[in-house]
């Protein structure tokens, strides 16, 4: 248990449709990543967030977004969803902002019909 | 970021040593040296890094050359648990850097009884 949790585990819905997945970091961990693996792509990053801020951004589609709220917990929304957006959401968090090791979550499977 | 360079799949038997290699011929001064792992149906996990001088810890052993230019993540005995995707990735640790990981394709490791 690397104690960063995500929610849900598994999330089906239509194209065309908004959801938000959620990530509660490792307590007293600042920083949050999220990461996209499919199985084309592999893992790729897709945007971090430090403290509250938005820190470095990968190759995120303009129709995701993502924030980290006060209590430090993350949640990335996908909206207009398309078939290709079908894979596993990860997060990770760390203490800093770079370097060090990242601890990373279950997963969100996100299925798209 | 600098490139990483793994063997897209490697061979083990079960209780026996397994070297993991990793080419990083671009390596630059501020870059550590990452290993993560995942096992299937499961998030990445953390396994070791370092800088300039081999690391142990209770996962795993890194050696680092002299140049910087390889290292092996070393098994001291595999077991049937340790068969997941090695990862060798470069993380630069300066303040103005991001902190997310970039993952190639990795090293599939099979794990045999």
């Known amino acids: 248990d690397s104690g960063v949790t995500q929610t849900p585990k598994h999330l089906i819905t239509a194209t065309g449709q908004r959801v938000t997945l959620r990530c509660s970091p490792r307590?007293?961990?600042?920083?949050v990543y999220w990461y996209q693996q499919s199985l084309d792509q592999g893992l790729q990053f897709l945007i971090q967030?430090?403290?509250?801020?938005?820190?470095a951004k990968g190759n995120i589609l303009e129709r995701f977004s993502a924030q980290q709220f006060p209590d430090l917990h993350s949640e990335l929304n996908l909206s207009s969803l398309e078939l290709g957006d079908s894979a596993l959401y990860f997060c990770?968090?760390?203490?800093?902002?770079?370097?060090?090791?990242?601890?990373f979550g279950p997963g969100t499977r996100l299925t798209v019909t | 970021d600098a490139k990483t360079t793994q063997p897209n799949s490697m061979e083990s038997n079960e209780e026996e040593p397994v070297h993991l290699p990793c080419n990083h011929s671009t390596i630059s001064g501020t870059d550590y040296i990452h290993w993560y792992r995942q096992l299937p149906s499961q998030g990445p996990e953390y396994v070791i890094h370092?800088?300039?001088s081999n690391v142990n810890n209770r996962m795993a052993s890194l050696a680092i050359a002299e140049d910087r230019k390889s290292s092996t993540l070393i098994l001291h005995r595999a077991t049937l648990r340790d068969a997941a995707v090695y990862y060798c990735?470069?993380?630069?640790?300066?303040?103005?850097?991001?902190?997310?990981?970039?993952f190639g394709k990795g090293t599939k490791l099979s794990v045999k009884p």
């Open positions: 307590s007293g961990d600042l920083s």
């Open positions: 967030y430090y403290n509250g801020e938005e820190r």
């Open positions: 370092g800088l300039t």
């Open positions: 990770a968090s760390s203490v800093l902002g770079f370097g060090g090791e990242q601890y």
């Open positions: 990735i470069l993380n630069r640790a300066s303040g103005g850097s991001q902190g997310n990981l970039i």
